[in-house]
């Protein structure tokens, strides 16, 4: 099944210690991203990366890193949380061109 | 800068009507892509439908149909005959240019379907 499979779905943490929230897509897809929803805002982007090794930041990377190593993993690093980080955050991959993105199932973070 | 507006933050319809969610746009865009995604209470991001911005006709799939009027940069989504499991929150969403990585989503609205 062609999926996108992010992990955890729900985490709790503290502020400063360090978490990575992972995700990966079996659908061979060249790009990724990571989104966050705060309510009344929709989704905004946090990084992007178009193919292995190759990442940008999106409207609102503070705090947070990325890397892609490997095409079918995008991995979400927040290394020292903060409570305004606390959100919903989506992965999404999708093919070159004007096509949909498939997005993750969501984790809910809350930092405390 | 690419910005979606989504005017109606809560509507309600009739089980079996149908209903339309705004969507306005704004781009300077030239080719650009309209997507309209939904989200049930249990989170997840479902794709609904696109249109592309040199499409001539209106996309459709199912009972959803999204009404693309270039001139006025609005995207409406039409969803017929409305079930229960439409309830959910429906966000419009737009990527802009060749080569762009970014899908700029309206606030979102949310729709109720009454029994």
């Known amino acids: 099944e062609a999926q996108v499979t992010q992990n955890p779905r729900y985490l709790i943490t503290v502020t400063g210690k360090k978490l990575t929230v992972t995700c990966s897509q079996n659908?061979?897809?060249?790009?990724m991203s990571w989104y966050r929803q705060d309510p009344g805002l929709g989704l905004r982007q946090i990084y992007y990366?178009?193919?292995?090794?190759?990442?940008d930041k999106g409207d609102v990377p503070e705090g947070y890193k990325v890397s892609r190593k490997e095409k079918r993993n995008f991995p979400l690093i927040l290394e020292s949380p903060s409570p305004n980080q606390t959100s919903l955050y989506f992965c999404?991959?999708?093919?070159?061109?004007?096509?949909?993105?498939?997005f993750g199932q969501g984790t809910r973070l809350t930092v405390v | 800068a690419q910005k979606i507006t989504q005017t109606q933050p809560g509507m309600f319809v009739q089980e079996k009507e149908a209903v339309t969610l705004d969507c306005t746009y704004d781009?300077?865009?030239?080719?650009?892509?309209l997507f309209w995604y939904k989200q049930p209470s249990s989170g997840e991001m479902i794709f609904l439908i696109y249109?592309?911005?040199?499409?001539?006709q209106n996309a459709t799939e199912g009972r959803y149909s999204l009404n693309f009027q270039k001139a006025r940069k609005s995207a409406n989504l039409v969803i017929s005959a409305s079930q229960l499991g439409d309830s959910a929150m429906y966000f419009c969403?737009?990527?802009?240019?060749?080569?762009?990585?970014?899908?700029?989503f309206g606030t979102g609205t949310r729709l109720t379907v009454i029994p």
């Open positions: 659908m061979n897809h060249e790009y």
């Open positions: 990366s178009m193919n292995v090794e190759v990442t």
């Open positions: 249109q592309g911005s040199y499409d001539e």
């Open positions: 969403a737009m990527r802009g240019g060749t080569g762009a990585n970014n899908l700029f």
């Open positions: 999404a991959s999708r093919n070159r061109g004007n096509t949909e993105a498939f």
């Open positions: 781009t300077s865009d030239q080719s650009y892509g």
